[in-house]
């Protein structure tokens, strides 16, 4: 068996990815992921789980084929696959669900087998802010479509693979950066994401954005998406139940959510910017807000859309699972596909 760095132009990943250590890859928000290609009969991956909450799986897609991978605490070498047919095979490793981050140190596989060039990108670049939807937070709970969430599922049935953010993106095609995480909302001291709470302010130019150290910039020159869609909103009324509704509440968090939009748009070549929230129940007022903030950056003149899918709000008082998540995809894509063709030029 043979030990192969996970480095190199034959390694594909997206995401924002900390390789700030040798010859190794910590993968750190949810969806980011890693795709490339191998001839061979099997393959295991070398990976240390930095577990900070409840964080104990991994997914890999092989030649199309999903799969959930349980990883230990520490440092293991995890097989991904085995008895295959000794051909090529196109692989993406991604970051499942929350809770932790992992680092990949490399894989292993058999002496007389290959990593082979990998599946080009696709052209076209998109960037998530979101919370738990866009993370993919409880999506695999089908048996719960559009009601409440089971009750002690600790992660299990999370799968960033089924969210509407990465769904849309293989619709498109897209390469996608899917900067979500469950419970945030725009402000520190607000939401569920992390005890005392950590907002989007300041986790949105992060690579490693959770309270465990360290927490790192992100270097926005690493990737400038065509379009960007703001997800944020959700959890924003907590602890301040009905906020929205208090006229200085309101346009101190407008005011917020719009400087960061500035700031990520200011890295990129005019990027289109959506605002949308999900199909899981909030108030309306938040949505309001959205358009509010969709007038106030110039509207569609300045390339600034907020979208609103046909149940937004309405379908369910539990995160969405597949087929809202599928659903949620298919009206964004329809709606990225009708904006000019030069939304997608450099």
Not at 34 to 49: D, H, K, P, Q, Y
Not at 150 to 176: C, F, I, K, Q
Not at 268 to 291: F, K, R, S
Request: aromatic share 12%; with cysteine; proline share 6%.
């Amino acid at each position: 068996m043979k030990h192969i760095k996970p480095t190199g132009d034959k390694f594909n990943y997206s995401g924002r990815i900390d390789f700030s250590e040798p010859d190794s890859a910590v993968f750190c928000w949810t969806g980011s992921y890693l795709s490339f290609s191998f001839r061979g009969t099997e393959i295991s991956a070398v990976i240390e789980n930095l577990k900070y909450w409840y964080g104990r799986f991994i997914g890999f897609v092989i030649d199309g084929e999903e799969k959930c991978i349980s990883i230990p605490d520490g440092e293991a070498e995890v097989l991904l696959a085995s008895g295959l047919e000794n051909t090529r095979h196109d692989c993406v490793l991604y970051k499942r669900m929350e809770g932790h981050y992992f680092k990949l140190k490399g894989f292993v596989i058999p002496d007389d087998d290959e990593i082979l060039e990998p599946i080009p990108k696709p052209r076209k670049r998109i960037e998530f802010y979101g919370d738990s939807v866009t993370a993919g937070s409880v999506v695999d709970a089908v048996d719960y479509v559009g009601q409440c969430d089971p009750e002690n599922h600790d992660g299990v049935y999370d799968n960033s693979w089924h969210s509407y953010s990465l769904m849309t993106a293989r619709l498109l095609p897209a390469e996608v950066y899917n900067t979500a995480q469950g419970g945030i909302a725009i402000f520190d001291g607000t939401g569920y994401f992390e005890d005392p709470a950590l907002g989007l302010e300041s986790c949105y130019d992060k690579t490693r954005y959770c309270s465990m150290p360290p927490r790192t910039q992100w270097d926005f020159s690493k990737f400038v998406p065509h379009v960007i869609v703001y997800a944020v909103g959700q959890n924003d009324d907590h602890p301040h139940n009905g906020c929205i509704h208090d006229p200085e509440y309101r346009e101190k968090w407008m005011k917020r959510y719009i400087e960061i939009i500035k700031d990520t748009r200011s890295h990129t070549n005019h990027a289109t910017v959506i605002l949308a929230l999900t199909v899981l129940m909030h108030d309306p007022a938040w949505d309001e807000a959205l358009e509010e903030i969709k007038n106030r950056l110039g509207g569609e003149e300045n390339r600034v859309y907020h979208f609103t899918y046909t149940r937004c709000g309405q379908a369910t008082p539990g995160h969405p699972r597949i087929p809202e998540q599928e659903e949620m995809a298919h009206e964004l894509t329809a709606f990225l596909k009708s904006l000019p063709e030069d939304t997608w030029e450099d």
